[in-house]
C-alpha cells in the first residue's frame, strides 16, 4: 500500500469514528449502514480537498448529507438548499449547498451544474455517488423493500430490492434566500429535460433504425442515386452506434394545400426534450421557411444538417444539432420529414473526415475539385486542413464552400498572416466565423477583443467559442454567433479582417512603422533594437 493510500485510509477511519460519535451508536446494523453511506459519499474526492483537510467541516456536511437521503417519497427528484461553509485559503466561506436526490441515470450530474451556472451560481465542489437504497414505506412488512419510503440499507449494486440513486451534492458561493426559488425551478426543468431524453432514448433510436429499414425497403423509388442512398443507410447507423446523443425527435407531414406546400406536426410523435418545446407550430409555409431550408424540402434530397437556436439543457449547452431525414412515396414526391434533435458524441470531434459516412463524400468531391495531385504534398495539406476542420462546421458547409475555405488556409500557413473565414448559416440563424491569427498574439484578451468586435458588428445576440491550437505557428479561433436579424445582414469579410488585424497589432508594429518614417531603414532598425525592450 502506498503512503498516499495509507493516509487517506487513516483519514477515513478518522472520519468513520467522528460520524459514528455524532450519529451513530444506536445499533450495530445502523453504524455499518452509516459507514457505507460515508464511504460512497466520500468515494469521490480526492484526497487533498480542501473540504476534507477540515474534519470539523467534513464530519457537519456528512451529517447533513445522511439526514437528506433519508426518505423518499415519490418519484420527483428531492432538492434541498442548505447553508454550509467551506474552507479555501485558510479562511471559511460560507456557502449553499444544494443536494439533489433522484433516480440514477446519465447526464444527471453535467445537466445540474449547467443548470446553476445559467442561474449565475458560482460552484465550488462537486460530489456525487451512485447509491443502490433500500427502502421501505412505513407500515410495511419488515421484508419488504422497495424505490420510496424511510432507508433501510444500501448494497454494493442494484437489484430487486435495492434500487440505484443519484446523490449529488453541489457546493456554491452563498447566495440570498431570495433566489432559491428561481435556482430550484431551473433545476427541475433541466431534470425533466433529462428524464425525457433518457426515457424516450431508445423509442428515438428506433425511429431512426425504422428509417434505415424503410431506405433499404424503397431504394429503388428514392429520387437520388444508389450511392447517395447507400451512404445514407450507413450514416444513420452511424449515428445510431454511440456517435450521436439523441435528445429529441420530431415527424412531419408534408403535403399541398391550396397549391401550397404545408408542413404539419405530428404532435404524437414529439419523444424526449422535443415534448418541451413550447415554439413548434401545428403547420408552416414551406415558403416561409428560410431560402435554405426551403430548398432541403423541395428537393430530392435525403439528409440534412443543421443547428438549433436553442442550447441544450441535457449535458453540455451547446446549440442542439438537427439531423433532418425525408421520406419520399413511389412517385418520388416528399411526404414526411424526421427531425432529431441532440449532440454528437466527443469521439466524432477526433475521427478522420474520411472516415465518416457521407462526410467522406462531400470532403472526396473537395479533394477531387482541388486540382492537386492525389498523394501530392498539396492535396495532404488540404487533407490535413480538412480533418483539423469544426466538426460542426464540417457537418454543415458545402462542398465548394469547404475547398475554398480550407485552400485559404493551406495558403496562409506559417506565413503569420491574419485570415478570417465568414460562413451563414444555410437556415438563417447564425454566422460562422474562423480566424486564424499568429500564435504569439493569442490569449484570452485577444479572443476577447475580437469576439466583441464581431459580436457588434454582426448585431449577434449569442456566441460559442472554441480555439485550436497546433505546431503551426497560427492559432485558430472559431466564433458562432446566433445573429437574429441574418437575413437583413451585410457582411463585409475584407473589411472586417482588416479590424482585426488592427485590433491585435502588436505596439512593436506601429513603432517600427513610426521609425521608418522619420529615418533609413539602418537608422529604423537600430533605434529599435535599442528601445523595443524599454517598454
Sequence with gaps: MSKES???ELQLDTILAAVTLALGGKSAAKDDLLHRFTKRYLGNTSSDDSAVKSSELIIADIVQAWHFVQERKSSRPVIAFEEGLLEENGRQLPTTVVRVLLDDKPFIVDSLRQALLRSGATIKTVRNTVLFSGRRKTGAAKDSLGRFGQLIGIARSSDDDYSAESFCSITCARWGGERSKP???????????V???VGNYKEMTSAAANLRRNLLTNAEYLPVSEENVAESIEFIGWLIDNH???????????REKAGESIIELESDSLLGVSRYKSELKSQTKVSSLPGAAADFIRRPKLLSFAKSSKRSKVHRPAYYDYVLIKEFDKAGQVTHMHRFLGLYTSSVYFREALSIPLLRKKVSRALENSGYTKNGHNMKDLLQVINTFPRDELFQVSSKALLDIAIGITKIRDTGTSKLFVRKDFYGRFVSCLVYIPRELFNTKSRLAIQSLLQQRLQAEDVDFNTYLSESSQARIHLVFRVPSIRALKIDQNALEKEIVELIRPWEEDFMERLREVGTEDEAQQQYEQFAECF
Design 183 to 193: 435556482i430550484e425551478s431551473e433545476l427541475r426543468d433541466a431534470l425533466n429535460h
Design 6 to 8: 495509507r493516509s487517506r
Design 195 to 197: 428524464s425525457a431524453a
Design 244 to 254: 450521436f446523443t439523441f435528445l429529441g425527435y420530431e415527424k412531419y407531414r408534408i
